[in-house]
């Protein structure tokens, strides 16, 4: 196997890597984005103690956008 060769198999494999792991950062942003929707719609079942008193939200700001 020649070094270009052998350049070109490194290159295929990093990018399969590469690909592997934009794919996993897209999943774990839709995991997140999933969590917050989650949270948003229990906000009426929380304690107290994680709500504003001045305007009854979640101080983590369920009124603010992803």
């Not at 350049?7 to 592997?20: K, Q």
């Not at 719609?41 to 009854?56: D, E, H, I, K, L």
Request: proline residues 3%; aromatic residues 4%; charged residues 25%.
């Amino acid at each position: 196997m020649t070094d270009r060769q052998l350049s070109d198999v490194v290159g295929l494999y990093d990018l399969a890597h590469l690909h592997a792991l934009v794919e996993m950062i897209e999943r774990l942003v839709e995991l997140v984005q999933a969590s917050f929707r989650v949270m948003r719609v229990s906000m009426g079942r929380c304690p107290a103690r994680y709500r504003s008193r001045s305007r009854g939200t979640s101080r983590l700001g369920a009124d603010d956008p992803i």
